[in-house]
């Protein structure tokens, strides 16, 4: 079965910094999703990746898919305290979604 | 915005005792799912349904477990006898068509069993 792994854990940044958020996938990825989450909250669609090589951006989220497609990073430019919450990768792994655990992020202000 | 709704919000119950989770998916959606996290663990998949019976589950989603479409709004899934582990927040989520993208999440029920 296939299983995703993300980087860091968890992370915590000053305000107005960069980061980077990575999501390796055990199979090729034929589509890779972000989400966002809030604490106890419901899950946010960010963005959708298919293609090896495709990069997506959303307000200062960048996402991309390498070339091999086996891995995905989101790239998250000037953070703010908006951008805290748990970001979660899923793959689509036929018709359903599977996740990996998640990463923390918080924002310092 | 067109939103998926969940009731309850939070439900506590006794062990070996039924729940039922409700879900209003998006009105014109044909595609419903429910997925669970354990505190502090991945999201998983549990059951997708369409056209009135299931389409795929998970080896979570054991005899124990049953989804329903009741009047033909409403989307629920009944846990039997309730165990500790089953403790989680449980999310629903709908789709008008089969693309996973297109997928809209309710805000998740945490069921606490004790």
């Known amino acids: 079965s296939q299983e995703l792994e993300q980087s860091p854990q968890s992370l915590i940044v000053q305000e107005g910094k960069n980061l980077t958020i990575n999501c390796t996938s055990s199979k090729t990825l034929y589509g890779l999703y972000w989400y966002k989450q809030k604490y106890g909250e419901g899950l946010i669609f960010l963005m959708m990746l298919q293609k090896g090589g495709e990069e997506k951006s959303h307000e200062k989220i960048t996402a991309k898919l390498d070339e091999k497609k086996q891995q995905s990073s989101l790239h998250i430019t000037a953070s703010q305290p908006s951008h805290a919450g748990i970001y979660l990768c899923?793959?689509?792994?036929?018709?359903?979604?599977?996740f990996g655990a998640g990463t923390i992020l918080r924002v310092k202000s | 915005e067109p939103e998926v709704t969940q009731t309850p919000s939070h439900q506590v119950t006794q062990m070996g005792q039924e729940v039922i989770l409700r879900c209003v998916p998006i009105s014109n959606h044909l595609y419903f799912y429910w997925y669970r996290q354990i505190l502090g663990q991945k999201v998983e998949f549990l059951v997708s349904f369409y056209n009135n019976e299931i389409s795929e589950k998970s080896e979570i989603f054991d005899d124990q477990f049953s989804v329903e479409r009741p009047d033909g709004s409403n989307f629920t899934l009944k846990i039997r006898s309730t165990k500790l582990e089953d403790s989680a927040m449980y999310f629903c989520?709908?789709?008008?068509?089969?693309?996973?993208?297109?997928?809209?999440f309710g805000q998740g029920t945490r069921l606490t069993v004790v």
């Open positions: 989520a709908s789709s008008a068509r089969q693309i996973l993208a297109e997928a809209f």
């Open positions: 899923g793959a689509d792994a036929g018709n359903k979604l599977v």
